[in-house]
């Protein structure tokens, strides 16, 4: 039998409970997302944030700037977030325009106010089989979606199939310090699906319609990261849901199951980060 794997109710959960928590503080953190251009998608994001950190007590606010704005002010900007001490989690939204270094831009951040834990110092910590101030969201949010229903990845095959520094990479070391077997593929892996096919567990984190029936053993656990518009405007994941579903023990819907979790573990990021810095 099935389960799917619901991360709107766990997200609710958790929120209720740090709802709780934000409402004992008499000082509340504040969470600064920068966001450059008018990448659809992204303003959609970057909004749902907003909503969420309202919802729940937490200070936040918007600086949106034009696509053309230049590296150099952007690099400013970072620096003043950096060095208010009003502002305790920034998040600069991506992807950046071309034209701007990404990596420049997330190295500016300062590592204590990092809520993404994207910069080089808190990914080192977590390459380096340390704890950095908080985990990436995406990753923290699928490892809280197993937890939840208590699937252990000690000694299990977890095929990651995306090597980006948002999810694949920062994933990988996660589950590893878990002691998971872990193997990233990614666009240049050839013969995608043998390798798939000896998942225990399947992340797929691509972006684009990939995962079918074949791809995956019987009983896998499949969670997908994927979330984009089909061609009739249907909201939907990396996985064919339909075919792939009857085949696993446990399934992330699209939309309904990872996305929801990042948004909670941006939440909780943000508390931690307030808590371990911040807080008196
Ligand atoms: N764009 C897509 N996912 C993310 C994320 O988790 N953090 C940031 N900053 N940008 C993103």
Same mark, same amino acid.
């Not at 503080?25 to 992204?42: I, M, R």
């Not at 230049?70 to 009003?86: F, R």
């Not at 405007?233 to 992330?252: A, L, M, Q, W, Y």
């Given at each position: 039998?099935?389960?799917?794997?619901?991360?709107?109710?766990?997200?609710?959960?958790?929120?209720? $409970?740090? $709802?709780?928590?934000?409402?004992?503080?008499?000082?509340?953190?504040?969470?600064?997302?920068?966001?450059?251009? @008018?990448?659809?998608?992204?303003?959609?994001?970057?909004?749902?944030?907003?909503?969420?950190?309202?919802?729940?007590?937490?200070?936040?606010?918007?600086?949106?700037?034009?696509? @053309?704005?230049?590296?150099?002010?952007?690099?400013?900007?970072?620096?003043?977030?950096?060095?208010? +001490?009003?502002?305790?989690?920034?998040?600069?939204?991506?992807?950046?325009? #071309?034209?701007?270094?990404?990596?420049?831009?997330?190295?500016?951040?300062?590592?204590?106010?990092?809520? @993404?834990?994207? &910069?080089? $110092?808190?990914? /080192?910590?977590?390459?380096? /089989?340390?704890?950095?101030?908080?985990?990436?969201?995406?990753?923290?949010?699928?490892?809280?979606?197993?937890?939840?229903?208590?699937?252990?990845?000690?000694?299990?095959?977890?095929?990651?199939?995306?090597?980006?520094?948002?999810?694949?990479?920062?994933?990988?070391?996660?589950?590893?310090?878990?002691?998971?077997?872990?193997?990233?593929?990614?666009?240049?892996?050839?013969?995608?699906?043998?390798?798939? #096919?000896?998942?225990?567990?399947?992340?797929?984190?691509?972006?684009?319609?990939?995962?079918?029936?074949?791809?995956?053993?019987?009983?896998?656990?499949?969670? +997908?990261?994927?979330?984009?518009? @089909?061609?009739?405007?249907? &909201?939907?994941?990396?996985?064919?849901?339909?075919?792939?579903?009857?085949? &696993?023990?446990?399934? &992330?819907?699209?939309?309904? /199951?990872? /996305?929801?979790?990042?948004?909670?573990?941006?939440?909780?990021?943000?508390?931690?980060?307030?808590?371990?810095?911040?807080?008196?």
């Amino acid at each position: 039998m099935t389960v799917v794997m619901d991360g709107k109710a766990l997200r609710d959960k958790l929120l209720e $409970k740090l $709802k709780l928590k934000l409402d004992k503080f008499e000082v509340k953190p504040t969470l600064v997302v920068v966001l450059v251009g @008018d990448n659809p998608a992204s303003k959609i994001y970057v909004n749902n944030k907003k909503k969420m950190a309202d919802e729940l007590g937490i200070n936040s606010e918007i600086i949106n700037y034009p696509a @053309d704005i230049s590296e150099e002010i952007l690099l400013d900007k970072i620096n003043d977030l950096n060095n208010d +001490d009003s502002v305790t989690a920034i998040l600069v939204q991506l992807p950046l325009p #071309k034209h701007i270094n990404k990596f420049n831009v997330i190295n500016a951040i300062s590592p204590e106010k990092d809520v @993404d834990g994207f &910069t080089p $110092k808190n990914l /080192g910590f977590l390459f380096a /089989g340390e704890e950095p101030y908080v985990y990436p969201c995406t990753p923290k949010g699928i490892l809280l979606l197993l937890d939840e229903y208590h699937i252990d990845v000690e000694g299990k095959h977890v095929v990651i199939v995306g090597r980006s520094n948002i999810v694949g990479k920062p994933l990988s070391q996660m589950l590893l310090s878990k002691n998971a077997t872990v193997t990233i593929c990614h666009s240049h892996t050839k013969d995608l699906s043998d390798t798939t #096919k000896t998942a225990d567990i399947l992340i797929s984190a691509v972006g684009k319609k990939i995962i079918e029936e074949n791809f995956i053993k019987q009983n896998c656990v499949v969670i +997908d990261v994927g979330i984009f518009k @089909d061609e009739n405007g249907k &909201t939907r994941g990396d996985v064919n849901f339909e075919s792939v579903g009857p085949k &696993t023990s446990f399934i &992330t819907p699209v939309p309904g /199951g990872v /996305g929801p979790m990042t948004i909670a573990s941006l939440m909780l990021n943000t508390v931690e980060l307030f808590e371990k810095t911040f807080a008196e």
